[in-house]
Structures are given as structure tokens and as C-alpha cells.
């Protein structure tokens, strides 16, 4: 039985929300457009209405497609392709917005909010804003809208609503069965199975979203020809969009530094640049509208940014989501086909926006006179145009597969790639932006808060200059003194090191002098500590990360250049640890103690002969009794939950005083983008440990050698894959398998032991069992030494015992480990901006609002 | 001149600057003869080169030589460019866990000699579920630490 009832009733709310928006667009466009007072308020309130049965149908959009993927119906392929049954409850949400179109939707759902917010907040700017707004939504809407346009048969947007037999049409199944339905969908990728990304794409759309409200209030602006009076209102969201896209940001982030194994928090990959860029065009966008408000300054440049950083918001849009990064980035949506109607959207606003500022561009104000080197706008703008070259260094690299595409499309061959090492490439560039930012951040504040003029220039900086100085210097005596890195390797690295010290003196004397004052003016003082503690976290815990897996074992197969070369650093940076096989590693003796099971409703991982996966379930069936943390969970039998797809490898970390610190890197065998590797951190104050399992033998498909047989007495030593065994000793036991022989019954096991290596000994205990008239032989294994034994037979007349061994690859792991240093600065300094960015919006909303009361 | 002016002349400047070294910087797709005539005229950008790997009947890569009991570091194989040159390639890094799996790997790096020092591969899985439609996975060899 297919449920189509709920598809439909989403998908004539999808059609419903276009319709409602884009008479929402017309009747807030004749709003503003009649001169009539009474018509421009009727056409207010009914657009008014629009907009609210706009917003109830996007819910009713969310509702069916939630429902659907809630209750597992994978009819629909939308529920088929990003969820399944085995998902718990909690990572649904995140089912919503894996795909192109839940995103879409999620964006959606935020305009209609802040919409809803802006209506109720602001009466004065709601017809032009609005019909901006609905304008957007109605572009949005038709993204997922899933309509076919008759006679020229062209098809606009993605529906999340389409059955499998509409979206996958070509398997042979629906001919064979018409009412098929799949058991279970493909699920979330299991990557995205993190809490952190369920959180993390919702703030980072409510972000894109609120980039759209300054930009609605700049149109209006230049639209009703008030020039100026939209600063006021706009400022206040300004900084809010800033604090949440910057939040989202740094989640995404925090995510990866936890979850992916590139060894950081930023892989400058498009789709990471394509949401920074906006943000740091935004940050520039209200130091410009600051300086307006306090100086009648900058206003073009307001404009300017304003329209920039929206359509910096939909350009990313259009990279991420067309498929023109192609095979430029690993995390890219895949093409819905959507890239057409991706382009008109953008071109439309841009051709909007910038027509409109260049119709009006003569009759905005601006400032002819001079401006001042020892002003604070000077200042403040030179921190701005900083944002904006780094914004547009970051840009122009990333859009590189654009530039083939456009080439190509003239007719010429351009095969331009991506630079090979982007780490090296954009930080070239990027760490001289954050010197300047740095520094301006800390001249700017000093401008805007103290009396400076050019007599007293060099006595006001004076101080601050030399005490950073000093300080750099303290830094790096201790840097050097403790190994932690080598500041005169390289020198750049000074530079911002001072950069950064320097804001952080200068911003703090301004927060104590007015924290005596009134402290809520003191936002802008606070995220600048903020931003110069990031810097100082990125330089030391990227700039100064170091390997300490460096292989010692003293293994080199060959004395070929490329093995001697950078002093054989290059092919060492791996360590390969034997299972129970201690290894020295720098400062740590490393132990890998075997592969671990994740219950879903346990403290502990599992060890993998406690349970067996039941196959294709996400259940396993317990094999003894499991207690952890003194608690019983399960008894022997029991069925229990697991994350099947996760494999934990414990591994120990010994530190020279002795101290032991257990850690669990993951494999997560991941069908939708193939295995992936996550890390294990072990957090520090001062430095983070962060490892991981670069390769792991595959113990399923691990080859055994041919069975050889031995005949052998109690006692006798032989060798055994390369090792010295003896067999110890031959018993008769009363049980096996944990069951009680019965009285025709009998079993008799030999322990064989076996020397290792660095002399440890392992047992190794195969049974004879008579049960029941029958012979049984298990085998059994042994992964440390990599040994499954038989045995085989008894031979009473030469008190001799039969045994069948077969060889294979010991269990090992190659492990990689990075020393972090000071990445904690980075996130408290991420803290610390946020405080600071509350603050200024408080401030700046308090402002709005007493004037707003006022009626001015 | 005014001062707005200098300044802008030094926005455009920094600006342009940077243009051209995102032009000049920027890899290139290619093949192994043409990153051999690069690496022979002194050209030190790393290339992209997308090709095949050799695998045997049962699918088990060919010439692949990767012993981590000896050296985890340390990977060779056989690649086929979209030209048919096939080259020994030097990965020093363990071997990405999927590479059996790969369609298509493109690899990044360059040529020392007669071998191809590649610095980080991309491989092409097919997607159990995408008909047809391969997916980009990146392995990256961690960057250098000093």
C-alpha cells in the first residue's frame, strides 16, 4: 500500500507556498509603488495575509516530508535515499536536510520566520522589505516546486515529494512488481550521524538567511529613495547574521576537526570557502554602516557591501548546488539538474540590485571632503578592505572550475585545477589578511575610543607597541624553549604572532577603560579579543602541529632519493602497531589492544567476542553476560543495539610518567561515500592529541596460509608462524561452549603456548569434544600472533595429539598522531567573539527600537 | 592626487596581484608525458593526473607493491593515464583504504625521474546506490610537519 496522501497533500503545499509568494511579491510591489494612502495600506494587509498562508503552507511542507521520513515510508524516495530504520530518533531531524531539497526547505522555513518577525517589528519599511523577501521565497519555492510546464516540457525545480517509481523509473523491479515498496532505505550517511550536525546546518541557513534582511533594507532604501534611514534598522540583524553564519561556521568546523581525518578544522574546500567568504564580506558590511552612523560616511560603500555579501550568499548557493565543482570538492550536493534555475536566481538579484544602486547611485550622499589619516573611519575602513581582499583572494581561487566551465563554454580548452597544496596556497595570502586585521582592529578601537590626533599619535602607540614586543618575544622564548615550534623557521609567523598580541593589548585597555564606564558599549572591544585569540589559536595549533608517530623502528626498505630526502621525515610519518604489542612513539608507548563494537545504549565499547552482529541489522545478540561501569546490561542471549557500521580501535597512550590514556579512533565502513576514518582526541588545556587508524587489515578478508598438520607429544617445541610454541599441556574439561558434557560424552583441550614478540606469551586453546557419537574440532584463533589451530586427533598408542594449524597476517594497525598546540585558543577565543557579538546587538537593538518608538 | 585615490590605486594592485597568482598557481588536469615535459623544463606546480588502475581478472590491483610490516609509509603502483602511458607512481603514505575499490583515481603530485610522486589521491568509488553516478572522495596525505 503506498501512502500517497501525505505526498500529495505536501506537494499542493509546495505549489500553494509558490502561488501564495508571488502574490505576496505583487501586492507588497503595489504597496510601494501607489501614491494612495488607503490603497498602499490595503495592499499591505492582504499581501500581509499572503505572506502568512505562504508561511503556514512551508510548515505544511515540513510536516508531510517530516512525517514521511518519520514513519520509514520508502515509497517516497526522499525518505528511501537519507534515512532508515536503524536510525535513531534523534539523527531523523538531520535525515531532513541531507538532501538538496530538506535544505532548500530549511532556508525557506527561516525567510518565512524572519519574515514574520520583520512584519510584526517594523511597520514602517514592511511593504518594500517584504515584497524583497517575498521575492526570494517565490525563487526558493520554485527550487523544490517539481513541476512540469506543458507543451515545452520543462521541468522546474526538485520535489521532496516524488515516489521512487517517479524518481528511479528505469529499475527492472517495476515491471516485475508495480506495488513494490524497499524493506529499508539507504540511510544517513553515517558521517553526518554527529550531534553536531544536527545543529550545525540549521545555523548555518538561519546565517544565509539573515544575510537577506540588511539586503532587503538596502533595496528598500534605494527604492523609496530614503538613503539613509535603513542603516538604523538593518545594523542590529546585520550583526546578528554575522554572530550566527560566523557560529555555524565555526561548527561546521569543530565538526570536522572531531570527525574527518585531514588533520584540522578547515580543508579550504569550496564548500567551506563558499560560506566563509559572505561572512567575511558581512563583517566588512556594518564596520562600513557604523562609520555612516557616526560619521555620515561610507554609505555607497554600505551599499555596496550590503548587495555584495547576498549575492556572495547566492553564488555559493549556485557552486555548491549546481555541480560546476564537479570533482573540486569532496562534499558537494550532487546535481539535481537545478543549475539553470540556480543561475537565474542569482542573475536576477544581482541585475535587480545592481541596476537599482546605479539608477540611484548620483542622488546617495557622499562625503567629498578628505578623509583623515588619524580619523577613526580611516581606520575602520582599512580594516574593512581587508575583510574584502581576503574575501576576494579566497573567491577567486575557489571559483577556478567556474573559469573552465566559462572558457569551455566559448569554446576553448581550459584545464585548470585547484591548487595542489590549498593549505599552503590560501594561507600565503590569508595570514598577511589576519595580520592586518589584527592590527587594524587594534589602531581602529584605540581611534574610536581615545582623543588621537597626529601630535599625539607616536605617545598614544608607543606603549602598546613596545609591550607587544616584549611580549612577542616572551612568546617566543617559550615556544622555542618548550620545542613546541621554531618561530625563527619561519618569520611570517612573528609577524601576526604580534598581530595578534597587539590587538589583544590594545582591545583589552580600551574594555577596562570603559567596563569602568558603561559596559555595554564595550562589544566591539570584546570580539575583537575574541578574532585576535582565534588568530593566535590557528597560528599555533596549525602552524606548529606536529607529528609524533614518527616511525623509530628503524625500517627502510630503500635508500632511494625519495626515501632519504627531508631527512626520511616524509615516509615515517605513520607508526605500525602489532596487536598487544607495546611501541615507543615521541613521548608515548603506544599499546593497540584490539578492534571494539559501539553499543548504542552503553557506557563502554564491546569487545567483539561478547556479541555477534546479527547481519543487516543494527542489533547484535550478547555471548556472555555484559556489566559495565559494575551495572548489568544485558544477560547472555539478549538481543542489544549497535552502531553496526562503526568499528573502535582501543589503543593506549603511556605517557613518560606512567600515566595511561585510552583512546578510540573509528572506521566507519560508509556506503554512501565509502570508508571513512574518524579521529580520537584526547583534550588538553594547553595541547590536543589527536589520532588516528590510517589502515587496518581487514580481519573478514584476511587469507589464510594452507593447513599444516603436526603430530606432535606434551612438550614439544615447534615453530608456528615464525614463533616458538610448545605444547603445554593436554586436559579433559567437563564443558564446552559453556554447556556440560553429558554422561557418553567427552572433550579434551590442549593448550599450546606460544612465544611472541618482546617475549610475551600467548595461549592458544583448541578442544576435541565427543558429543553425541560425533566428532567436533572447532578452530580457534588467535589474532595476536595471527594462529588458528585444530585439534585433530588422539592417537593413544603413541601418546601423540593431531593438530591443524593455518597462519595469516598478525592484527595490526597504522596509526597516525598530531600534536595540536593552543587549538583551545580557538575555541575560547570563538566564545568570546560570541559574547561580544551578543553585546553589540543588544546595544545596537536598543537603539532601533528608541528611535523606532520615538517615530523617527 | 588624493589620498582616496592612492589608496584605491593599492586596493586594485593587491587585487590584481592576486588574480595572477591564482592564475599561475593554479594545477592543471593532464597526463603523464605532459608532466614529464613540465618536470623536465624545471616546472615545479604539482599536476592532477586522472587515470585507471591496472587490476587483474579476480580484481586485485596489479604491480601494486605496499608492505606496511616493512614501511606503512610507503606505496607503489601502476596507473594508466586517459592517453594509455601507464607510470609507476610513489605515494608515501599509507595506502587509502577504498583504492581497490577505485574506478578512477586522479593523483596529484609530480614527476621525480621515472617515477610520479604523488602527494595525494582522489579516488572515484562507485556508489552502491547512484546508478552510474561516481563520487569524489579525497585521501589526502596529511601535509608536511616540520
Excluded at chain 1, 544536527?198 to 540588511?214: E, K, N, Q, R, S
Aim: charged share 20%.
Amino acid at each position: 500500500m503506498f501512502h500517497t496522501t501525505i505526498g500529495n497533500i505536501g506537494h499542493l503545499c509546495i505549489i500553494l507556498s509558490f502561488v501564495a509568494s508571488v502574490i505576496a511579491t505583487f501586492g507588497y510591489f503595489k504597496s510601494v509603488q501607489t501614491i494612495d494612502l488607503v490603497q498602499q495600506e490595503s495592499w499591505k494587509r492582504f499581501s500581509r495575509y499572503a505572506f502568512y498562508v505562504h508561511s503556514a503552507a512551508v510548515v505544511g511542507v515540513i510536516a508531510s516530508l517530516f512525517s514521511i521520513i518519520y514513519n520509514h515510508y520508502f515509497e517516497y524516495h526522499y525518505a528511501w535515499s537519507h534515512s532508515s530504520k536503524a536510525l535513531p530518533v534523534y539523527y531523523i531531524i538531520s535525515c531532513f536536510w541531507e538532501g538538496q531539497e530538506g535544505s532548500f526547505l530549511l532556508w525557506i522555513f527561516w525567510h518565512a520566520v524572519l519574515g514574520i518577525v520583520l512584519i510584526n517589528t517594523n511597520k514602517h519599511w514592511e511593504a518594500p522589505v517584504m515584497a524583497i523577501f517575498a521575492a526570494v521565497q517565490t525563487f526558493l519555492c520554485s527550487m523544490i516546486l517539481g513541476v512540469v510546464l506543458p507543451v515545452i516540457d520543462l521541468k522546474i525545480g526538485s520535489s521532496p515529494f516524488l515516489m521512487m517509481r517517479e524518481a528511479m523509473p528505469d529499475l527492472p523491479i517495476w515491471q516485475m512488481k508495480p506495488d513494490f515498496i524497499a524493506e529499508d532505505g539507504r540511510g544517513l550517511n553515517p558521517l553526518l550521524q554527529n550531534y553536531w550536525m544536527v545543529i550545525h546546518p540549521p545555523t548555518l541557513f538561519l546565517g544565509f538567511a539573515t544575510t537577506l534582511i540588511p539586503f532587503a533594507y538596502a533595496m528598500a532604501g534605494l527604492w523609496r529613495r530614503e538613503y539613509s534611514a535603513w542603516i538604523r534598522p538593518a545594523l542590529p540583524w546585520a550583526l546578528f547574521s554575522g554572530l550566527v553564519l560566523g557560529v555555524g561556521i565555526i561548527m561546521g568546523g569543530y565538526w570536522a576537526y572531531e570527525t574527518l581525518n585531514f588533520g584540522g578544522y578547515w580543508n579550504w574546500d569550496p564548500v567551506e570557502n563558499a560560506s566563509f567568504v559572505p561572512w567575511l564580506v558581512l563583517v566588512a558590511t556594518y564596520h562600513c554602516m557604523i562609520i555612516y552612523k557616526t560619521n555620515q560616511t561610507a554609505l555607497r560603500t554600505s551599499f555596496i557591501l550590503v548587495i555584495a555579501t547576498f549575492i556572495l550568499v547566492l553564488y555559493s548557493t549556485f557552486l555548491n548546488r549546481s555541480g560546476v565543482l564537479g570533482e573540486a570538492s569532496v562534499h558537494s550536493f550532487t546535481d539535481l539538474g537545478l543549475s539553470g534555475q540556480l543561475l537565474i536566481y542569482l542573475l536576477f538579484f544581482l541585475l535587480i540590485a545592481v541596476g537599482l544602486l546605479a539608477w540611484r547611485w548620483k542622488e546617495v550622499p557622499s562625503d567629498e571632503k578628505e578623509v583623515s589619516t588619524y580619523s577613526r573611519e580611516f581606520w575602520i575602513f582599512m580594516g574593512a578592505t581587508t575583510l574584502c581582499l581576503s574575501a576576494f583572494q579566497i573567491i577567486a581561487a575557489t571559483s577556478l572550475p567556474v573559469y573552465n566551465k566559462i572558457v569551455e563554454g566559448l569554446g576553448f580548452v581550459s584545464k585548470l585545477a585547484p591548487p595542489a597544496d590549498a593549505a599552503t596556497y590560501y594561507s600565503k595570502f590569508q595570514l598577511w589578511f589576519g595580520v592586518g586585521i589584527a592590527v587594524f582592529s587594534g589602531i581602529g578601537q584605540s581611534f574610536w575610543w581615545k582623543k588621537i590626533k597626529q601630535e599625539n599619535f607616536a605617545k598614544y602607540f608607543l606603549t602598546p607597541v613596545l609591550a607587544s614586543l616584549i611580549l612577542t618575544f616572551v612568546v617566543i622564548f617559550f615556544t622555542t624553549k618548550s620545542q613546541t615550534g621554531d618561530f625563527f623557521g619561519s618569520p611570517t609567523y612573528i609577524v601576526l604572532l604580534f598581530g595578534g598580541i597587539f590587538s589583544i593589548l590594545t582591545n583589552g585597555s580600551i574594555l577596562f577603560d570603559i567596563f569602568k564606564g558603561n559596559y555595554k558599549l564595550s562589544g566591539g572591544a570584546v570580539t575583537h579579543i575574541g578574532v585576535a585569540m582565534m588568530l593566535l589559536g590557528i597560528l599555533f595549533s596549525s602552524g606548529y602541529s606536529k607529528v609524533v608517530s614518527i616511525n623509530t623502528a628503524g625500517f627502510n626498505i630503500s635508500n632511494d632519493k625519495s626515501f632519504t630526502d627531508n631527512n626520511g621525515k616524509e615516509n615515517k610519518e605513520n607508526v605500525m602497531l602489532w596487536l598487544n604489542t607495546p611501541q615507543k612513539m615521541d613521548n608515548y608507548t603506544l599499546t593497540y589492544k584490539g578492534v571494539r563494537v559501539e553499543g548504542r545504549e552503553l557506557p563502554d565499547y564491546l569487545r567483539p567476542e561478547q556479541v555477534e552482529i546479527i547481519e543487516n541489522d543494527f542489533h547484535a545478540v550478547a555471548l556472555q553476560d555484559i556489566e559495565q561501569k559494575g551495572k548489568k546490561y544485558y544477560s547472555k542471549g539478549d538481543t542489544l543495539p549497535v552502531f553496526p557500521e562503526n568499528k573502535y580501535y582501543e589503543i593506549d597512550f603511556r605517557d613518560k610518567d606512567g600515566r595511561v590514556t585510552t583512546l578510540y579512533p573509528r572506521f566507519q565502513i560508509n556506503k554512501k561515500m565509502g570508508n571513512s576514518v574518524s579521529p580520537a582526541l584526547k583534550r588538553n588545556l594547553g595541547t590536543d592529541l589527536y589520532t588516528y587508524v590510517a589502515l587496518a587489515p581487514d580481519l573478514d578478508q584476511r587469507e589464510w596460509s594452507k593447513t599444516e598438520d603436526y603430530n606432535i607429544a606434551v612438550k614439544d617445541t615447534f615453530f608456528l608462524n615464525d614463533y616458538v610454541a610448545v605444547l603445554d599441556n593436554v586436559t579433559r574439561v567437563n564443558e564446552f561452549e559453556g554447556k556440560p558434557l553429558g554422561a557418553n560424552d567427552a572433550a579434551v583441550q590442549a593448550t599450546i603456548k606460544v612465544m611472541g614478540k618482546e617475549f610475551i606469551q600467548y595461549e592458544i586453546k583448541p578442544t576435541f569434544v565427543i558429543r553425541n557419537g560425533m566428532v567436533a574440532m572447532p578452530p580457534i584463533e588467535n589474532n595476536e600472533v595471527g594462529i588458528r589451530a585444530k585439534f585433530t586427533n588422539i592417537d593413544p598408542k603413541t601418546g601423540k595429539f593431531g593438530f591443524a594449524f593455518n597462519t595469516t597476517q598478525r592484527d595490526y594497525v597504522v596509526l597516525k598522531a598530531i600534536e595540536k598546540p593552543l587549538i583551545n585558543l580557538l575555541w575560547i577565543g570563538t566564545l568570546v567573539l560570541m559574547v561580544g557579538f551578543t553585546m553589540a546587538i543588544i546595544r545596537r537593538y536598543r537603539e532601533f527600537k528608541l528611535m523606532r518608538d520615538k517615530g523617527l | 592626487m588624493k589620498k582616496t585615490h592612492i589608496f584605491g590605486l593599492i586596493v586594485i594592485a593587491i587585487a590584481v596581484a592576486i588574480l595572477v597568482s591564482t592564475g599561475t598557481e593554479a594545477s592543471t588536469y593532464t597526463d603523464f608525458a605532459d608532466a614529464e615535459v613540465k618536470a623536465k623544463s624545471g616546472d615545479v606546480n604539482q599536476v592532477h593526473v586522472v587515470g585507471k588502475l591496472k587490476k587483474s581478472a579476480t580484481g586485485d590491483i596489479e604491480d601494486l607493491i605496499y608492505n606496511p610490516a616493512i614501511d606503512a609509509n610507503h606505496l607503489e603502483f601502476t596507473l594508466t593515464d586517459n592517453k594509455g602511458r601507464s607510470q609507476k607512481v610513489v605515494y608515501n603514505a599509507p595506502k587509502p583504504q577504498d583504492l581497490g575499490k577505485a574506478e578512477q583515481i586522479v593523483i596529484i603530485g609530480s614527476m621525480e625521474g621515472q617515477v610520479f610522486k604523488c602527494e595525494k589521491i582522489l579516488l572515484k568509488c562507485p556508489s552502491k546506490y547512484q546508478d552510474g553516478n561516481a563520487e569524489f572522495k579525497e585521501v589526502e596525505k596529511p601535509a608536511k610537519q616540520s
